[in-house]
Each structure stands twice: as structure tokens, then as C-alpha cells.
Nanobody, 124 residues
Framework: QVQLVESGGGLVQAGGSLRLSCAASGRTISSSAMGWFRQAPGKEREFVTAVSWSDGSTYYADSVKGRFTISRDNAKNTVSLQMNSLKPEDTAVYYC?????????????????WGQGTQVTVSS
């Protein structure tokens, strides 16, 4: 079993930056693909970014490409999301997720463990 805890959310003005962190406990995530998803009010949870364990390949949603960066530290059992040039449409609850497989996927149903989420609000 893996427990994931996100931190770093908050309120920021458009154009600003935030860094989210996800700490894993209970079992190492060093062999797991990790991802970030988000859910805005009234909308479905959507893929943001993910990183594979096998070769460190990263994947991004088109809406965040060039602005967001995912990184992982297997020694510390953490994964981070650096968000720059934030827009009001980035406002959502952000969730960290882990899957048993080593290769990153974009589907919500392809992840086995989820954090409780952290709120990110971008004001215009």
C-alpha cells in the first residue's frame, strides 16, 4: 500500500508560480510511474503530467506544456510539480497519483494510489 500526501497549493495571481510536492509513504515509489491530475469544479478529473520510472520519460497535457515541469526524487520518495506562468484556468484541486506499472499513463483509471489533493487557485 502507498500513501500519498500533497502539499504546496495555495492562492497565486495569474502569471505567478507554485511548486507542489507529493510525499509517498508505506512503500517505495521508486519503481512506480507517477502522475499529477487536476479537477476543477463541475469538471472531470484530468491528466496534467506524468513521469515513467523505467527511463524517466515525461508526458504533459497540451494545456500545460512549456509551463509545468514534473520531477521525481526516488531517494526521498517524492515527486514535484513546478508550475509557472499560471493562468486562472489552472485553478483546480491537484492530485498526486502512483501506479504499480513503471510506464507513465494518462488515464485516471490507470493509477492505483491517490493523494487527498491540494487546492490551487489562480486569480486574474
Amino acid at each position: 500500500q502507498v500513501q500519498l500526501v500533497e502539499s504546496g497549493g495555495g492562492l497565486v495571481q495569474a502569471g505567478g508560480s507554485l511548486r507542489l510536492s507529493c510525499a509517498a509513504s508505506g512503500r517505495t515509489i521508486s519503481s512506480s510511474a507517477m502522475g499529477w491530475f487536476r479537477q476543477a469544479p463541475g469538471k472531470e478529473r484530468e491528466f496534467v503530467t506524468a513521469v515513467s520510472w523505467s527511463d524517466g520519460s515525461t508526458y504533459y497535457a497540451d494545456s500545460v506544456k512549456g509551463r509545468f515541469t514534473i520531477s521525481r526524487d526516488n531517494a526521498k520518495n517524492t515527486v514535484s510539480l513546478q508550475m509557472n506562468s499560471l493562468k486562472p484556468e489552472d485553478t483546480a484541486v491537484y492530485y498526486c497519483a502512483a501506479r504499480r506499472g513503471q510506464v507513465a499513463r494518462k488515464g485516471v483509471n490507470e493509477y492505483d494510489y491517490w493523494g487527498q489533493g491540494t487546492q490551487v487557485t489562480v486569480s486574474s
